[in-house]
């Protein structure tokens, strides 16, 4: 909300490379390598990942 005026404030998610508005079923996550290439990670890659273990 805006603090002046009450009015909404709207979040876009609009693809950097078309221009466009895309949906929520049409995102990833994905993470930036340090050379600049992006890799989209999957659920798959975060469900093989180890569990934290306190020692």
């Known amino acids: 909300m805006h603090a002046a005026d009450g009015g909404r404030i709207r979040h876009r998610r609009v693809c950097e490379l078309e221009g466009r508005e895309v949906g ?19 659920d ?4 093989a990942l ?3 273990r306190s020692e």
Do not use: S
């Open 24 to 42: 929520l079923e049409e995102t990833a996550r994905g993470w930036e390598a340090p050379d600049g290439r992006t890799v989209v990670i999957h």
């Open 50 to 52: 180890p569990l934290p």
């Open 44 to 47: 798959e890659d975060l469900e």
